[in-house]
C-alpha cells in the first residue's frame, strides 16, 4: 500500500561493460604527456629573490668598505656567502629541468613515474599515521637546524650556541613599536585562549572495551541492528566494498519516537566497534558567544581526522541530532515539512489517515500541482495564509548562527588537501598538493524530530541511509519484556508475557523497562518478592493514565458514570474486532471523570470502513446509554464523544471513500487536519449546513438506531458492568470480558453477575438511582456488594456509610 523505499548497492559488470576512457587511469593519463608550462614569473621569481639577495649582501660589504671594490666584494662574498649562489645554481638546475620536462615527454615521464614515481611507492608502503609523524619531525628538524644556522653566522659561533642565543637576540631587536605589538598580541591571545577553551567540552571519545554494551542487549529492533551491523563491517573492512567500485557509507540516522533504542544501538556499535567512538552531548554546540559552536565543529572534526588516519576509521555519535541540525523555524524542515505543509504542528491532508502515500502514485509535476492546488490564496476571503514561517531566532538553528553551516562544511570537505607545507609551501614551489588519505569517519546521528532536520544535512554523501527506530512489534515487545524480567524476581509465565505484549502496542523500551521496575515496586510496596501479575497490570494502568485523583463521587453521580462508561464497554466488546478493552475506570483524573481504553490486538496498518463504523459506534454509546437508562435524559460528559465521532464520520465521508460520494473534501474543504475543521473559502455557513454536513449527520443518525438496540439488547450486562466499575472503581479489559460473558476473570468472577438475584438487585438499584437523579436526591437503596466466605458467592446488600451530598 504504501511506497516502500528498497536499498540496495549494483556493482557493474567489469567482464561486459565498458571499457573506462584512458582518462581515468593516470599511468595512461601520464603516458606521451608533458609538463604543463609555468608562467614567466613563476619561473623567475626565485632566481630573481635569490639574486637580489646576494647582491644586497655585496652592496652592504661595499657600504661598510669605501676602498673595496665590486670585483673584490663579488670575490669575498662567493666564498663567505656562498650558499646564497649554491641555492641560486640549484634554482637554475630546478628551472632547467622543468623546461626540459615541458618539451620531451619521455624525460618527464622517467622522472615522474620512475624517479619520484618510485620514491613515493617506496614510502606509500608506511601507513598513513607514521609518514604523517616522520614529515611532521623531519620538518621540524630542517626548522631548527636552518635557525641554528643562521644565528651562528650572524654571531660567529657554531650552530647550537647560535641557536640557544636566539630568544635574547630577538628581543632586543625588536624596536619598541614591535614591542607595543607584541604586548597587544598577548592581549588578543588572551581572548583567543578564551575562545579555545570555550570550544572544548562535550565531546567524549570511547575505545574499544570502554563501553561494554552490545548488539545482543538491543532488544526488539532486530531488523535495523542488522543494518547497523552491515555499516560498521564495510568501515571494519572497508576494501570490501571498495574493490568492487563503490564506498563505504559515511553517514547515518536513526529516527523515531523518543525511547525505541536509538541512543541504545549507539552504544552498541561503541561496544562492538574496534574502532574509536566519540560521542557529541546535544548541548555541546550551545554557547554563549557568536562562534564558538563553529570552533568547535571545526575541532570536532580535525580531532576526527587524526582519530580517522590513526585508528583506520572512527564512528562519531550526535545524540538529538535536531538541536544541531536544523536552521531555526525559518526553514520548514527537510522531513515533508518544507512549503507543503498546511498547519504548522499538524500533519497535511495528505497524511491524515494513516493508509498509502496518495501522492506516490503521481508523476512529480502532478504531485506539485496538487499541493500548489491544495493551498489557499492568503488572500482570499482575508484570510491569513495556512503557514507563517519566519520566527525570531530563525537560521541561528540549536548550536548558535553559522555552527550548522560549518557542520555541513566539514561533512562535505573531508577530501580538501590539508596542512599547511601540503597547501601552501608545495604550491609556492610549483608542486601540487598531495590530496589527504582517505578518512573514513561514519557520522551517526539519532533525532525524534526528523522534521526539524535541515534538507542539506539529509542529502547523500552526508547522511547515506536512513533508518527508523519505531515501535517495536510484538514478538520485539515480547522479547524486551523477557528480558528485563529476567533481572528480576516474577510469577508470569509464557502465555501472561505475550498477552502482556499484545496490551502495550506502542510500548519502547524505555517505557517496558519502566513498567517492570514499578511493578516491582508495587510488589515490593506488597510486601512481596516476586512480581504477579496484578503487579504488572496496576503498574501498566500508573503508566499510562497516571495516579486518579483523590475524588469521591456522590452516589447518583457516581453510578451515572459507571453507567457511560458501561456502555462504551459493552458497544466495544460486542462490536469491535479490531480493538479489544484494555481497562474501564471511573476513577477522576484531573477533567477526565473515567475512560475505557482499548488496544489493537494486531500490528494492523490500514482501516476499514466496517472499523471505523463500530468505533463511530462506540463514541455514540454513550449518548445512547444515557438517554436509553435515564429516560431521554443526558449528561454533558457525552461532548467529548459526539466531537469524535462527528469527526471520524466526516472524515470517513469527506477523505477515506468511506461514504456516498467518491469526492475528496480534501481539496473542496481548506482542510480537515488533526484537530481543525475549517469551512469553505468565502462561506459564512457552517460545515454542518452543507449538503456534506447533511450527509455526516444522516450517518450518524443511523450508527446511533444500530447503537440504541444493540444496548436494548444487552441492558443486564450494562447493568453488570456498571456495578463492577462502582463496586471496584477500575477494571481490567479481560475481567469486564469475563463480566459480559459470565465467565471467570483474571481478578473477578463474572458468573454471578448472570444470576436471577443479581439481576433483579441490579435492576432496582438502577431505579433508585434514576429517581434520585430526577429528584436530585441522595440514592434510597445502598449499594449492592459480594460478600465473600473464601469460595462460595452471594449476593447481600450492604449498608454503606452515608455521605454527605454536594
Same mark, same amino acid.
Given at each position: 500500500?504504501?511506497?516502500?523505499?528498497?536499498?540496495?548497492?549494483?556493482?557493474?559488470?567489469?567482464?561486459?561493460?565498458?571499457?573506462?576512457?584512458?582518462?581515468?587511469?593516470?599511468?595512461?593519463?601520464?603516458?606521451?604527456?608533458?609538463?604543463?608550462?609555468?608562467?614567466?614569473?613563476?619561473?623567475?621569481?626565485?632566481?630573481?629573490?635569490?639574486?637580489?639577495?646576494?647582491?644586497?649582501?655585496?652592496?652592504?660589504?661595499?657600504?661598510?668598505?669605501?676602498?673595496?671594490?665590486?670585483?673584490?666584494?663579488?670575490?669575498?662574498?662567493?666564498?663567505?656567502?656562498?650558499?646564497?649562489?649554491?641555492?641560486?645554481?640549484?634554482?637554475?638546475?630546478?628551472?632547467?629541468?622543468?623546461?626540459?620536462?615541458?618539451?620531451?615527454?619521455?624525460?618527464?615521464?622517467?622522472?615522474?613515474?620512475?624517479?619520484?614515481?618510485?620514491?613515493?611507492?617506496?614510502?606509500?608502503?608506511?601507513?598513513?599515521?607514521?609518514?604523517?609523524?616522520?614529515?611532521?619531525?623531519?620538518?621540524?628538524?630542517?626548522?631548527?637546524?636552518?635557525?641554528?644556522?643562521?644565528?651562528?653566522?650572524?654571531?660567529?659561533?657554531?650552530?647550537?650556541?647560535?641557536?640557544?642565543?636566539?630568544?635574547?637576540?630577538?628581543?632586543?631587536?625588536?624596536?619598541?613599536?614591535?614591542?607595543?605589538?607584541?604586548?597587544?598580541?598577548?592581549?588578543?591571545?588572551?581572548?583567543?585562549?578564551?575562545?579555545?577553551?570555550?570550544?572544548?567540552?562535550?565531546?567524549?571519545?570511547?575505545?574499544?572495551?570502554?563501553?561494554?554494551?552490545?548488539?545482543?542487549?538491543?532488544?526488539?529492533?532486530?531488523?535495523?541492528?542488522?543494518?547497523?551491523?552491515?555499516?560498521?563491517?564495510?568501515?571494519?573492512?572497508?576494501?570490501?566494498?571498495?574493490?568492487?567500485?563503490?564506498?563505504?557509507?559515511?553517514?547515518?540516522?536513526?529516527?523515531?519516537?523518543?525511547?525505541?533504542?536509538?541512543?541504545?544501538?549507539?552504544?552498541?556499535?561503541?561496544?562492538?566497534?574496534?574502532?574509536?567512538?566519540?560521542?557529541?552531548?546535544?548541548?555541546?554546540?550551545?554557547?554563549?558567544?557568536?562562534?564558538?559552536?563553529?570552533?568547535?565543529?571545526?575541532?570536532?572534526?580535525?580531532?576526527?581526522?587524526?582519530?580517522?588516519?590513526?585508528?583506520?576509521?572512527?564512528?562519531?555519535?550526535?545524540?538529538?541530532?535536531?538541536?544541531?541540525?536544523?536552521?531555526?523555524?525559518?526553514?520548514?524542515?527537510?522531513?515533508?515539512?518544507?512549503?507543503?505543509?498546511?498547519?504548522?504542528?499538524?500533519?497535511?491532508?495528505?497524511?491524515?489517515?494513516?493508509?498509502?502515500?496518495?501522492?506516490?502514485?503521481?508523476?512529480?509535476?502532478?504531485?506539485?500541482?496538487?499541493?500548489?492546488?491544495?493551498?489557499?490564496?492568503?488572500?482570499?476571503?482575508?484570510?491569513?495564509?495556512?503557514?507563517?514561517?519566519?520566527?525570531?531566532?530563525?537560521?541561528?538553528?540549536?548550536?548558535?548562527?553559522?555552527?550548522?553551516?560549518?557542520?555541513?562544511?566539514?561533512?562535505?570537505?573531508?577530501?580538501? @588537501?590539508?596542512?599547511?607545507?601540503?597547501?601552501?609551501?608545495?604550491?609556492?614551489?610549483?608542486?601540487?598538493?598531495?590530496?589527504?588519505?582517505?578518512?573514513?569517519?561514519?557520522?551517526?546521528?539519532?533525532?525524534?524530530?526528523?522534521?526539524?532536520?535541515?534538507?542539506?544535512?539529509?542529502?547523500?554523501?552526508?547522511?547515506?541511509?536512513?533508518?527508523?527506530?519505531?515501535?517495536?512489534?510484538?514478538?520485539?515487545?515480547?522479547?524486551?519484556?523477557?528480558?528485563?524480567?529476567?533481572?528480576?524476581?516474577?510469577?508470569?509465565?509464557?502465555?501472561?508475557?505475550?498477552?502482556?505484549?499484545?496490551?502495550?502496542?506502542?510500548?519502547?523500551?524505555?517505557?517496558?523497562?519502566?513498567?517492570?521496575?514499578?511493578?516491582?515496586?508495587?510488589?515490593?510496596?506488597?510486601?512481596?518478592?516476586?512480581?504477579?501479575?496484578?503487579?504488572?497490570?496496576?503498574?501498566?494502568?500508573?503508566?499510562?493514565?497516571?495516579?486518579?485523583?483523590?475524588?469521591?463521587?456522590?452516589?447518583?453521580?457516581?453510578?451515572?458514570?459507571?453507567?457511560?462508561?458501561?456502555?462504551?464497554?459493552?458497544?466495544?466488546?460486542?462490536?469491535?474486532?479490531?480493538?479489544?478493552?484494555?481497562?474501564?475506570?471511573?476513577?477522576?483524573?484531573?477533567?477526565?471523570?473515567?475512560?475505557?481504553?482499548?488496544?489493537? @490486538?494486531?500490528?494492523?496498518?490500514?482501516?476499514?470502513?466496517?472499523?471505523?463504523?463500530?468505533?463511530?459506534?462506540?463514541?455514540?454509546?454513550?449518548?445512547?446509554?444515557?438517554?436509553?437508562?435515564?429516560?431521554?435524559?443526558?449528561?454533558?460528559?457525552?461532548?467529548?464523544?459526539?466531537?469524535?465521532?462527528?469527526?471520524?464520520?466526516?472524515?470517513?465521508?469527506?477523505?477515506?471513500?468511506?461514504?456516498?460520494?467518491?469526492?475528496?473534501?480534501?481539496?473542496?474543504?481548506?482542510?480537515?487536519?488533526?484537530?481543525?475543521?475549517?469551512?469553505?473559502?468565502?462561506?459564512?455557513?457552517?460545515?454542518?449546513?452543507?449538503?456534506?454536513?447533511?450527509?455526516?449527520?444522516?450517518?450518524?443518525?443511523?450508527?446511533?438506531?444500530?447503537?440504541?438496540?444493540?444496548?436494548?439488547?444487552?441492558?443486564?450486562?450494562?447493568?453488570?458492568?456498571?456495578?463492577?466499575?462502582?463496586?471496584?472503581?477500575?477494571?481490567?479489559?479481560?475481567?469486564?470480558?469475563?463480566?459480559?460473558?459470565?465467565?471467570?476473570?483474571?481478578?473477578?468472577?463474572?458468573?454471578?453477575?448472570?444470576?436471577?438475584?443479581?439481576?433483579?438487585?441490579?435492576?432496582?438499584?438502577?431505579?433508585?438511582?434514576?429517581?434520585?437523579?430526577?429528584?436530585?436526591?441522595?440514592?434510597?437503596?445502598?449499594?449492592?456488594?459480594?460478600?465473600?466466605?473464601?469460595?462460595?458467592?452471594?449476593?447481600?446488600?450492604?449498608?454503606?456509610?452515608?455521605?454527605?451530598?454536594?
Amino acid at each position: 500500500m504504501g511506497a516502500h523505499r528498497v536499498e540496495s548497492l549494483a556493482w557493474p559488470d567489469h567482464d561486459s561493460g565498458p571499457t573506462p576512457p584512458p582518462e581515468s587511469d593516470p599511468a595512461r593519463r601520464e603516458e606521451g604527456v608533458t609538463r604543463k608550462p609555468l608562467a614567466f614569473w613563476d619561473r623567475t621569481k626565485f632566481l630573481i629573490l635569490l639574486s637580489g639577495a646576494w647582491l644586497v649582501v655585496v652592496w652592504a660589504a661595499m657600504a661598510d668598505d669605501p676602498n673595496l671594490s665590486f670585483p673584490d666584494a663579488v670575490r669575498i662574498h662567493s666564498r663567505s656567502s656562498g650558499w646564497l649562489l649554491v641555492l641560486l645554481v640549484l634554482e637554475g638546475v630546478r628551472q632547467l629541468h622543468y623546461v626540459v620536462s615541458e618539451r620531451l615527454a619521455g624525460y618527464h615521464q622517467f622522472w615522474s613515474q620512475t624517479v619520484f614515481g618510485g620514491i613515493e611507492r617506496r614510502t606509500g608502503r608506511l601507513n598513513d599515521w607514521n609518514r604523517f609523524r616522520l614529515a611532521r619531525a623531519v620538518k621540524g628538524v630542517l626548522l631548527v637546524s636552518l635557525l641554528a644556522v643562521l644565528m651562528g653566522r650572524v654571531y660567529g659561533v657554531s650552530p647550537l650556541q647560535g641557536l640557544f642565543r636566539l630568544p635574547s637576540a630577538v628581543w632586543q631587536a625588536l624596536p619598541l613599536l614591535l614591542q607595543v605589538l607584541f604586548l597587544m598580541a598577548a592581549v588578543v591571545l588572551q581572548f583567543v585562549a578564551i575562545f579555545w577553551f570555550l570550544s572544548k567540552g562535550g565531546v567524549d571519545v570511547y575505545f574499544p572495551d570502554d563501553i561494554k554494551t552490545r548488539f545482543r542487549d538491543v532488544w526488539g529492533q532486530d531488523a535495523v541492528v542488522e543494518r547497523v551491523k552491515e555499516n560498521i563491517v564495510f568501515l571494519e573492512n572497508p576494501e570490501s566494498i571498495e574493490e568492487k567500485g563503490g564506498y563505504v557509507p559515511g553517514g547515518l540516522l536513526l529516527w523515531g519516537p523518543p525511547g525505541t533504542g536509538k541512543t541504545l544501538m549507539a552504544e552498541a556499535v561503541a561496544g562492538e566497534t574496534g574502532k574509536p567512538y566519540v560521542f557529541v552531548d546535544p548541548g555541546a554546540f550551545t554557547n554563549m558567544f557568536m562562534g564558538v559552536g563553529i570552533l568547535k565543529v571545526k575541532s570536532l572534526f580535525r580531532k576526527l581526522r587524526k582519530l580517522a588516519v590513526r585508528y583506520g576509521g572512527v564512528i562519531v555519535f550526535f545524540d538529538e541530532a535536531d538541536s544541531l541540525g536544523s536552521r531555526g523555524a525559518l526553514a520548514g524542515g527537510g522531513w515533508n515539512g518544507g512549503a507543503h505543509a498546511p498547519l504548522v504542528g499538524a500533519p497535511d491532508s495528505w497524511e491524515a489517515l494513516t493508509a498509502c502515500n496518495g501522492l506516490g502514485y503521481a508523476s512529480p509535476p502532478a504531485a506539485s500541482s496538487v499541493l500548489r492546488a491544495e493551498q489557499p490564496s492568503s488572500t482570499q476571503g482575508g484570510r491569513p495564509p495556512l503557514v507563517a514561517r519566519f520566527i525570531m531566532g530563525a537560521g541561528m538553528g540549536g548550536g548558535g548562527m553559522g555552527t550548522l553551516q560549518a557542520l555541513l562544511a566539514e561533512l562535505s570537505g573531508l577530501k580538501k @588537501p590539508r596542512g599547511f607545507t601540503n597547501r601552501v609551501l608545495r604550491r609556492v614551489l610549483g608542486m601540487r598538493p598531495k590530496p589527504p588519505p582517505k578518512y573514513r569517519i561514519l557520522v551517526m546521528m539519532a533525532t525524534n524530530m526528523p522534521q526539524a532536520l535541515d534538507e542539506a544535512l539529509l542529502r547523500p554523501g552526508r547522511i547515506d541511509r536512513i533508518y527508523k527506530v519505531g515501535y517495536p512489534s510484538k514478538e520485539g515487545r515480547k522479547r524486551t519484556y523477557v528480558g528485563y524480567l529476567d533481572k528480576v524476581s516474577h510469577e508470569l509465565n509464557d502465555d501472561q508475557i505475550d498477552k502482556l505484549a499484545v496490551m502495550t502496542p506502542y510500548a519502547t523500551g524505555a517505557t517496558i523497562k519502566d513498567t517492570v521496575n514499578e511493578a516491582l515496586v508495587v510488589a515490593i510496596r506488597a510486601g512481596r518478592e516476586a512480581i504477579t501479575w496484578a503487579d504488572i497490570l496496576k503498574a501498566k494502568q500508573l503508566k499510562e493514565h497516571g495516579l486518579p485523583d483523590e475524588f469521591e463521587y456522590i452516589e447518583r453521580e457516581r453510578h451515572a458514570v459507571a453507567l457511560h462508561e458501561a456502555c462504551h464497554a459493552v458497544v466495544a466488546h460486542r462490536l469491535r474486532k479490531h480493538m479489544v478493552i484494555d481497562m474501564a475506570t471511573i476513577e477522576r483524573r484531573g477533567d477526565v471523570g473515567g475512560f475505557v481504553s482499548s488496544i489493537p @490486538p494486531e500490528d494492523q496498518f490500514v482501516g476499514w470502513k466496517s472499523e471505523r463504523e463500530t468505533d463511530v459506534m462506540v463514541f455514540l454509546a454513550s449518548l445512547a446509554g444515557e438517554r436509553l437508562f435515564f429516560g431521554g435524559d443526558n449528561s454533558e460528559g457525552v461532548g467529548g464523544d459526539l466531537r469524535g465521532a462527528t469527526f471520524l464520520a466526516m472524515r470517513m465521508e469527506g477523505f477515506a471513500g468511506m461514504g456516498s460520494t467518491l469526492a475528496s473534501r480534501a481539496i473542496t474543504l481548506a482542510g480537515i487536519t488533526g484537530s481543525q475543521m475549517a469551512v469553505e473559502d468565502g462561506a459564512d455557513r457552517s460545515v454542518m449546513d452543507t449538503d456534506f454536513g447533511r450527509r455526516v449527520e444522516a450517518n450518524l443518525a443511523q450508527l446511533y438506531d444500530r447503537t440504541w438496540g444493540l444496548l436494548e439488547d444487552n441492558r443486564f450486562e450494562v447493568l453488570a458492568v456498571t456495578h463492577a466499575l462502582e463496586t471496584h472503581r477500575t477494571v481490567s479489559g479481560e475481567d469486564v470480558v469475563a463480566i459480559i460473558e459470565g465467565e471467570r476473570g483474571p481478578l473477578i468472577d463474572g458468573r454471578p453477575y448472570h444470576q436471577p438475584e443479581f439481576i433483579a438487585l441490579a435492576e432496582e438499584y438502577h431505579e433508585r438511582a434514576v429517581a434520585a437523579h430526577e429528584g436530585h436526591s441522595k440514592v434510597e437503596l445502598p449499594l449492592p456488594v459480594w460478600a465473600t466466605d473464601g469460595q462460595a458467592l452471594q449476593l447481600e446488600p450492604v449498608i454503606e456509610k452515608p455521605k454527605a451530598e454536594d
